[in-house]
């Protein structure tokens, strides 16, 4: 917009982003929880945990 100056436009472009991130990683994590973690083999129950913990971990860090 012509009253936003370039760092205001950047600032709010970097926030978009961010939130959008942050969107895909939860909708990520509710399918890994909800598709992977209630399989029966074990190996693939151990990756979704594995998978789980990542996108956990990426989100504090987004939180921080």
């Known amino acids: 917009m012509f009253w936003q100056t370039t ?9 978009r982003a961010d939130r959008r991130h942050r969107e895909e990683l939860l909708a990520d994590l ?6 992977f973690w209630h399989h029966e083999l074990p190996e693939t129950k151990a990756w979704a ?9 990426e989100l504090h860090q987004l939180e921080g």
């Open 30 to 35: 509710s399918d890994f929880r909800e598709i």
């Open 49 to 57: 945990l594995q998978m789980i913990k990542s996108i956990e971990h």
């Open 7 to 15: 760092q205001e436009t950047q600032a709010l472009a970097a926030f």
